[in-house]
């Protein structure tokens, strides 16, 4: 992490680097042909800044704030 407000150590880690677990999922498909087949995903399961709002985000000392506003409704979506 990169000037976090707390400092954060694990064993066997350097300061500020925290780990990311990766999630697998097994999913059953049917198809057309009545064959299943199986599908596994796996992601790494990261929510950055989830659900901040433009009120929360005033007076927030962030150099940097990624958006998508692709979707954006309004001034405050």
């Known amino acids: 992490m990169k000037d976090p407000p707390h400092m954060v150590k694990f064993d066997g880690l350097s300061e500020n680097v925290v780990p990311i677990a990766k999630m697998s999922q097994t999913i ?6 009545d064959m299943i087949r199986k599908v596994e ?14 009120y ?18 309004n001034h405050q979506s």
């Open 28 to 33: 059953e498909c049917t198809m057309k042909s």
């Open 41 to 54: 995903c796996e992601q790494c399961c990261v929510l950055p800044n989830f659900s901040m709002t433009d």
């Open 56 to 73: 929360g985000s005033q007076g927030k000392t962030r150099p940097y704030n990624p958006v998508d506003l692709q979707h954006s409704n």
